[in-house]
């Protein structure tokens, strides 16, 4: 089992930036996990957001791409999500999100396989 706990987010102006993180811990959990994040805004579907693979390859969506950051530190067990420029449009609840394999897709997509916190709320205001 993993279990994941996100801290960091909070109300923002637009162009602000905040820092998310996200502690892993569990019997099962080790530095061959791909980590990221998702989030799901009010009445829509929870959408990828940024993942940093086992390698420490990292990848993002469209929509963040030169704003956001993730990286993450194999000692700690943490992954972190560096939101800079934000705008109104990235409120939403962010998750961290936890898989085992390897594949590009996998880790950018959601599946039964994928471990999730139980979000933290990131409200940008215009």
């Known amino acids: 089992q993993v279990q994941l706990v996100e801290s960091g987010g909070g109300l923002v102006q637009a162009g602000g930036s905040l820092r998310l993180s996200c502690a892993a811990s569990?019997?099962?959990?080790?530095?061959?996990?791909?980590m990221g994040w998702f989030r799901q805004a009010p009445g829509k579907e929870r959408g990828f957001v940024a993942a940093i693979s086992r390698y420490s390859s990292t990848y993002y969506s469209d929509s963040v791409k030169g704003r956001f950051t993730v990286s993450r530190d194999n000692v700690k067990n943490t992954v972190t999500l560096q939101m800079n420029s934000l705008k109104p449009e990235d409120t939403a609840v962010y998750y961290c999100?936890?898989?085992?394999?390897?594949?590009?897709?996998?880790?950018?997509?959601?599946?039964?396989?994928?471990?999730w916190g139980k979000g933290t709320l990131v409200t940008v205001s215009s």
């Open positions: 999100n936890a898989d085992s394999s390897a594949s590009v897709t996998d880790i950018t997509t959601i599946s039964a396989r994928d471990y």
């Open positions: 569990g019997r099962t959990f080790n530095k061959y996990y791909a």
